[in-house]
């Protein structure tokens, strides 16, 4: 009898999902079929799409298809002639296998693909990233992967879903971790100071420059520069930011020397830039550059399975060694699964700290599930909702100046988002509407973020 050699082992790295098929019934390009091996398929006349279409009609990046657990999500970017689907223009809806949607004169229809296996990581950190939703694992793997090359990265997400986070994750796993990490914030700078910031200037450069400013380019050299909200950029500045790129030099403000520079570009926005290259405000080969690699953070309310490891890990984090339940309780955790979140993981920190500063839990609006410590929204109506959101028994137990910090702070937030919701995210609108000078309001808006995506 004859030893027989052992069982190799086998180790699945990666998680089943339902990939997505696209069929072309109708237009120029009928009779194509296309099949997603991750999570999403987009179509459009520019390349880089799944399925890149012929037809004219179809905006450049027309639509996009997700699976989500057993759903379809269906995202028009804002095209010329719309997506449609049984004579319904939709902007963002969910749908079943076997729709058929209009793209101008084409006609589509999705359907389930093959089961595809889309790699995730063992863990449930990758660096200063925590989450264990097989979104946030495959996510993860995904950095970890493309990391080890120099490919630009653009980071897709809402407000404060921990784009920064990424971009930190990317360089510290990459072999560029020992250089320069730098960060750009590009929705905060004031126009005239954003060229400034990035490139450097000179002495003399413009009123004011009273010395030689090295920009952030030339500061990460040899590392990683993180563009956070580049969708804020005017043309003239996208140009400037294409040519430095393109040429891999910068040259400074009122500067005649091209200095060349060695790093890599990671990019975040919570706007929807395709829609933007459709519309003409963001320029489309600068969104080559940046979107070699794209990276979609899923909102907080689409894994609430995280919210407790990362409830403990703010609270570590802030220096509570106790247990969880003392600062929330079993109750409260199930009423912070069920909330929705809308300022996403950074609301969380903040309502985790409240949480912890007060020695007990703020209040909760039952209505809505919102965190007294981390407001909610007011609708469109301006309704503000339980304001105070802080039980009036605890601030009569705080100092007079703690207790009015604490009011007048939820009050800012409050009035920001209000404000923000109006003018359409519009910064330079809400501060002449507003009365708050705007470079004053950008600092209230460092405090209190908001979503400035919200419309009226």
Not at 203 to 212: M, N, S
Not at 375 to 402: E, I, Q, W
Request: aromatic share 4%.
């Amino acid at each position: 009898m004859t030893d027989q050699q052992p069982t190799t082992p086998y180790r699945r790295t990666g998680s089943p999902i339902r990939g997505l098929r696209v069929e072309v019934l109708d237009g120029p390009d009928r009779g194509r079929v296309v099949e997603a091996t991750s999570e999403s398929l987009t179509i459009g006349s520019a390349p880089g799409n799944d399925l890149v279409t012929t037809d004219t009609t179809v905006s450049r990046y027309h639509v996009e298809l997700r699976r989500q657990s057993d759903r379809i999500l269906v995202e028009d970017h804002r095209s010329t002639n719309g997506t449609c689907t049984g004579g319904v223009t939709i902007q963002r809806a969910e749908i079943q296998p076997g729709t058929i949607l209009s793209l101008g004169r084409t006609s589509v229809r999705v359907d389930d693909g093959s089961v595809v296996d889309v790699e995730v990581i063992d863990d449930d950190r990758l660096g200063p990233l925590r989450g264990r939703a097989p979104e946030m694992r495959s996510l993860m793997a995904k950095i970890r992967r493309v990391a080890g090359t120099d490919a630009s990265v653009l980071v897709l997400g809402e407000t404060g879903c921990g784009k920064e986070l990424i971009a930190r994750a990317l360089h510290e796993e990459s072999p560029r971790a020992s250089a320069p990490f730098e960060t750009v914030d590009c929705g905060t700078l004031m126009p005239t100071l954003v060229a400034s910031e990035l490139f450097g200037h000179e002495r003399g450069a413009f009123t004011g420059a009273e010395r030689q400013h090295i920009g952030a380019f030339e500061r990460a050299h040899g590392g990683t520069i993180f563009l956070d909200e580049v969708g804020e950029l005017a043309k003239d500045l996208q140009a400037g930011l294409l040519g430095v790129l393109e040429r891999r030099a910068v040259r400074r403000v009122g500067g005649t020397k091209a200095i060349p520079v060695d790093v890599r570009i990671v990019a975040a926005t919570h706007r929807d830039l395709r829609a933007e290259v459709n519309a003409g405000t963001f320029r489309q080969d600068l969104y080559y550059r940046f979107g070699v690699v794209l990276l979609r953070v899923p909102p907080l309310r689409e894994r609430p399975g995280d919210i407790p490891l990362l409830v403990e890990h703010f609270l570590r984090d802030a220096g509570h060694n106790g247990p969880v339940d003392e600062i929330v309780p079993p109750e409260v955790m199930t009423m912070l699964k069920a909330y929705h979140w809308p300022g996403n993981v950074r609301e969380l920190r903040n309502f985790v700290e409240s949480a912890l500063a007060l020695g007990e839990t703020p209040i909760l609006d039952e209505d809505t599930g919102a965190a007294g410590g981390s407001l909610s929204a007011p609708s469109s109506g301006g309704g503000s909702g339980n304001f105070p959101s802080v039980a009036l028994g605890t601030l009569y137990k705080r100092t007079y100046k703690d207790a009015r910090a604490l009011v007048l702070s939820e009050f800012e937030r409050l009035y920001l988002t209000a404000l923000l919701e109006r003018t359409g995210g519009n910064v330079s609108q809400a501060a002449r509407e507003s009365d708050i000078n705007r470079t004053h309001l950008i600092q209230m808006l460092k405090r209190h973020p908001v979503d400035r995506n919200r419309t009226p």
